[in-house]
Nanobody, 125 residues
Framework: QVQLVESGGGLVQAGGSLRLSCAAS????????MGWFRQAPGKEREFVTA????????YYADSVKGRFTISRDNAKNTVYLQMNSLKPEDTAVYYC??????????????????WGQGTQVTVSS
């Protein structure tokens, strides 16, 4: 089992930055693809970004490309999401997730085996 705990969310003005962290316990993350998803009120949970277990490959949704950066520190069992140039439409609950399927970088909600409880990000205009 893997337990994931997100932190770092909050309220920020448009154009600002936040850094989310996802700390894992229970198992080492080094063999998992790690992803970030988000869910805005009244909308389905959507893929944001993912990083391969080695940290060498990443994939981003078009909506965040060039603004968000995912990284991981396997020694600390932690994944990060640096969010810059935030927009009001980035407002959502952000979830960290782990995919142990070893099928590459996947973007489907049902591809991920473990989820954190989420952290709220609110961007004011």
């Amino acid at each position: 089992q893997v337990q994931l705990v997100e932190s770092g969310g909050g309220l920020v003005q448009a154009g600002g930055s936040l850094r989310l962290s996802c700390a894992a316990s229970g198992r080492t993350l080094s063999r998992y693809v790690m992803g970030w998803f988000r869910q805005a009120p009244g909308k389905e949970r959507e893929f944001v970004t993912a990083i391969y277990w080695s940290g060498g490959s990443t994939y981003y949704a078009d909506s965040v490309k060039g603004r968000f950066t995912i990284s991981r520190d396997n020694a600390k069992n932690t994944v990060y999401l640096q969010m810059n140039s935030l927009k009001p439409e980035d407002t959502a609950v952000y979830y960290c997730a782990a995919d142990g399927g070893r099928s590459g970088l996947r973007i489907g909600v049902y591809d991920y085996d473990y989820w954190g409880q989420g952290t709220q990000v609110t961007v004011s205009s």
